[in-house]
């Protein structure tokens, strides 16, 4: 009997170590505390939602020891949901995180839709976010993100995303963008080469919550966004400079005071709502409802900083007559609240050149940011504003026009010149051979076995002849799909950050034609097939290095041709880079 409980002992110490040492699951959440280095507002008692945007093919997850969880897969209009369950070490099996320990720890649920019905496809109970983001591909190499970054040091998270763009060795090496914006953290990675992974995220500062995310590998395709984010509703801007204090008048014409400021001095704008226009609106051909705000102006006296001005609840439109912060007819004041339709904005933008003042109109986005800007060619006035592309709030504006000039920026915000960061390494020559080395080592031994062999049992010799040609010919098709597959097509021109004064001609062949002239490519997103994607919906089938085919222009299938300047460049338009002025007409045959 003392033996039998004895064994019994030693069975549950046995059980009892295994589960400490297992790695795969912390052994308690006696306490759930949130690690210094993260947001203090996040919150173990809720779900933070993912809505799937796009999703292809199912694949496996598959666990640090190289277990299979199973099969998951969502579709469009899916979701994913996590429970934040705690912070502890990572796995003892990771593959390999830069993120120092604690790092989170999940509960992962994956939903389909199904005619309007979420199912539950996939589900998995606390796991670190290095084992998700490798599962989902949330991140490139060693910079695992996943759902959740710590808040405390973005320059240290930047630099991290920087470093692993080309870590040596096996990794993958890529083009990295950083960006930061009011609200946001941009990282963009783009595989050179290999599998070519596209991952693109993007990061509340706030939280250091994923609210965006499209990541591509091979078959692999998964886009998403949060359903958790919120715009606050409280914004102050930091006055750079200002002259011409003026006048504010309502939407009836009636004077509602004097107003000024100076430089050190502040406008602060609470949202209160989202309402219709004024009925005695001077024109606003942004759609209603559109954003009301309380506003305070304060002035810096020498470093004390002294309220100048109150008004309640004023419309956006009237925001944007009383500041300046627009041009004619489009006033988008200090939120566009229609920027989820960006290509309405724009088209909303460009309309507007001409009217009670005639102009130059041009745009230029990054990631993050969209600025548009108004020259006037018969006045004076010159106006140019920066939004954040997903909230529409403006983070910077800089407008003049007569005595009257206003340049200011939201908190914590560094306006246009400084926004993103690129790197771009140099190509790894052994990633290129290493193709070719696997190739020949193969066949070396296979020769070397079938000779070997052939010693020891002479009746095999007669098959070596037989295995070294096929060996041979198997090696030579090899090595040419892979010359094949990895010929890459020169560029023409030098790629710009910038270029401006673009006008895009797309020429259906049924007798519509339509033009876009006088706009702005950025963030080196500035080749012939730019100018078109700007615009038009383009569906394209991608040779890798070689370029790219336009199937489609706005649903229209046809067979696609382009000219830059009357002239055609012989070489696929996302291999032609544009310089400013460039003429791009797009012709269906």
Same mark, same amino acid.
């Given at each position: 009997?003392?033996?039998?409980?004895?064994?019994?002992?030693?069975?549950?110490?046995?059980?009892?170590?295994?589960?400490?040492? $297992?790695?795969?699951? /912390?052994?308690?959440?006696?306490?759930?505390?949130?690690?210094?280095?993260?947001? /203090?507002?996040?919150?173990?008692?809720?779900?933070?939602?993912?809505?799937?945007?796009?999703?292809?093919?199912?694949?496996?997850?598959?666990?640090?020891?190289?277990?299979?969880?199973?099969?998951?897969?969502?579709?469009?209009?899916?979701?994913?949901?996590?429970?934040?369950?705690?912070?502890?070490?990572?796995?003892?099996?990771?593959?390999?995180?830069?993120?120092?320990?604690?790092?989170?720890?999940?509960? !992962?649920?994956?939903?389909?839709?199904?005619?309007?019905?979420?199912?539950?496809?996939?589900?998995?109970?606390?796991?670190?976010?290095?084992?998700?983001?490798?599962?989902?591909?949330?991140?490139?190499?060693?910079?695992? /993100?996943?759902?959740? !970054?710590?808040?405390?040091?973005?320059?240290?998270?930047?630099?991290?995303?920087?470093?692993?763009?080309?870590?040596?060795?096996?990794?993958?090496?890529?083009?990295?963008?950083?960006?930061?914006?009011?609200?946001?953290?941009?990282?963009?990675?783009?595989?050179?080469?290999?599998?070519?992974?596209?991952?693109?995220?993007?990061?509340?500062?706030?939280?250091?919550?994923? =609210?965006?995310?499209?990541? $591509?590998?091979?078959?692999?395709?998964?886009?998403?966004?949060?359903?958790?984010?919120?715009? #606050?509703?409280?914004?102050?801007?930091?006055?750079?400079?200002?002259?011409?204090?003026?006048?504010?008048?309502?939407?009836?014409?009636?004077?509602?005071?004097?107003?000024?400021?100076? $430089?050190?001095?502040?406008?602060?704008?609470?949202?209160?709502?989202?309402?219709?226009?004024?009925?005695?609106?001077?024109?606003?051909?942004?759609?209603?409802?559109?954003?009301?705000?309380?506003?305070?102006?304060? #002035?810096?006296?020498?470093?004390?900083?002294?309220?100048?001005?109150?008004?309640?609840?004023?419309?956006?439109?009237?925001?944007?007559?009383?500041?300046?912060?627009?041009?004619?007819?489009?006033?988008?004041?200090?939120?566009?609240?229609?920027?989820?339709?960006?290509?309405?904005?724009?088209?909303?933008?460009?309309?507007?050149?001409?009217?009670?003042?005639?102009?130059?109109?041009?745009?230029?986005?990054?990631?993050?940011?969209?600025? !548009?800007?108004?020259?006037?060619?018969?006045?004076?006035?010159?106006?140019?504003?920066?939004?954040?592309?997903?909230?529409?709030? &403006?983070?910077?504006?800089?407008?003049?026009?007569?005595?009257?000039? &206003?340049?200011?920026?939201?908190?914590?915000?560094?306006?246009?010149?400084?926004?993103? #960061?690129?790197?771009?390494?140099?190509?790894? &020559?052994?990633?290129?051979?290493?193709?070719?080395?696997?190739?020949?080592?193969?066949?070396?031994?296979?020769?070397?076995?079938?000779?070997?062999?052939?010693?020891?049992? /002479?009746?095999?010799?007669?098959?070596?002849?037989?295995?070294?040609?096929? =060996?041979?010919?198997?090696? $030579?098709?090899?090595?040419?799909?892979?010359?094949?597959?990895?010929?890459? =097509?020169?560029?023409?021109?030098?790629?710009?950050?910038?270029?401006?004064?673009?006008?895009?001609?797309?020429?259906?062949?049924?007798?519509? !034609?339509?033009?876009?002239?006088?706009?702005?490519?950025?963030?080196?997103?500035?080749?012939?097939?730019?100018?078109?994607?700007?615009?038009?919906?383009?569906?394209?089938?991608?040779?890798?290095?070689?370029?790219?085919?336009?199937?489609?222009?706005?649903?229209?299938?046809?067979?696609? &041709?382009?000219?830059?300047?009357?002239?055609?460049?012989?070489?696929?338009?996302?291999?032609?880079?544009?310089?400013?002025?460039?003429?791009? #007409?797009?012709?269906?045959?």
């Amino acid at each position: 009997m003392k033996t039998t409980k004895k064994a019994l002992y030693f069975i549950s110490l046995l059980l009892f170590i295994q589960l400490l040492h $297992s790695g795969s699951i /912390p052994f308690t959440r006696a306490e759930q505390t949130i690690s210094e280095s993260y947001s /203090p507002n996040l919150n173990f008692n809720k779900s933070y939602v993912y809505e799937v945007v796009q999703f292809g093919d199912s694949t496996g997850w598959y666990n640090f020891t190289f277990g299979l969880e199973g099969e998951w897969k969502t579709n469009p209009g899916g979701q994913i949901r996590i429970n934040l369950t705690d912070f502890y070490n990572k796995d003892i099996n990771d593959w390999g995180n830069v993120f120092s320990d604690p790092i989170p720890w999940y509960d !992962i649920e994956i939903y389909e839709n199904n005619l309007g019905t979420l199912n539950n496809n996939f589900t998995l109970n606390n796991r670190s976010n290095s084992e998700v983001a490798r599962a989902l591909t949330l991140g490139y190499n060693n910079f695992q /993100p996943g759902f959740l !970054i710590p808040n405390e040091n973005f320059t240290y998270i930047k630099e991290l995303a920087l470093n692993q763009s080309d870590p040596g060795g096996f990794y993958s090496i890529g083009d990295v963008n950083i960006e930061e914006s009011y609200n946001f953290f941009y990282i963009g990675f783009e595989q050179i080469g290999g599998l070519e992974q596209k991952s693109y995220f993007i990061y509340d500062k706030w939280t250091g919550l994923l =609210v965006w995310a499209k990541s $591509s590998v091979l078959g692999y395709l998964l886009e998403i966004k949060s359903l958790n984010f919120t715009l #606050e509703d409280n914004f102050i801007y930091n006055i750079i400079e200002f002259s011409g204090a003026t006048g504010w008048y309502n939407l009836s014409g009636g004077f509602e005071g004097d107003w000024n400021t100076n $430089s050190g001095g502040q406008i602060i704008a609470n949202l209160t709502g989202y309402y219709n226009k004024d009925p005695n609106d001077w024109g606003n051909v942004i759609d209603d409802p559109i954003p009301w705000f309380d506003i305070e102006i304060v #002035e810096n006296k020498t470093g004390i900083l002294t309220s100048n001005f109150t008004i309640a609840n004023r419309s956006n439109s009237e925001l944007g007559w009383t500041f300046t912060l627009g041009y004619n007819y489009f006033q988008p004041g200090l939120l566009i609240q229609i920027i989820d339709n960006l290509t309405r904005v724009k088209k909303l933008a460009l309309q507007e050149a001409s009217g009670f003042a005639n102009g130059l109109v041009s745009i230029a986005e990054t990631p993050l940011t969209i600025k !548009i800007a108004f020259e006037q060619t018969d006045g004076e006035q010159d106006t140019n504003l920066i939004y954040e592309k997903r909230t529409g709030l &403006l983070l910077w504006v800089y407008t003049s026009i007569g005595d009257y000039l &206003l340049e200011m920026t939201i908190d914590d915000y560094t306006p246009w010149e400084s926004t993103g #960061e690129e790197t771009i390494p140099p190509p790894n &020559l052994f990633l290129r051979i290493l193709p070719y080395i696997v190739i020949a080592s193969i066949s070396m031994l296979i020769i070397t076995t079938s000779f070997t062999t052939s010693r020891f049992k /002479p009746g095999f010799k007669k098959f070596n002849k037989y295995i070294l040609i096929s =060996v041979l010919a198997i090696a $030579s098709f090899t090595s040419f799909f892979v010359f094949t597959s990895n010929i890459e =097509v020169g560029e023409v021109n030098t790629p710009l950050r910038e270029v401006n004064d673009i006008t895009l001609i797309v020429d259906y062949g049924n007798g519509t !034609i339509v033009t876009w002239a006088n706009f702005t490519l950025s963030d080196y997103n500035t080749t012939a097939f730019d100018a078109l994607s700007e615009w038009c919906e383009v569906e394209i089938t991608d040779y890798g290095g070689r370029g790219i085919i336009v199937e489609s222009i706005n649903d229209l299938k046809k067979n696609w &041709l382009y000219s830059v300047n009357d002239e055609s460049p012989g070489v696929s338009a996302k291999k032609y880079n544009l310089r400013d002025g460039d003429i791009v #007409e797009w012709t269906g045959g």
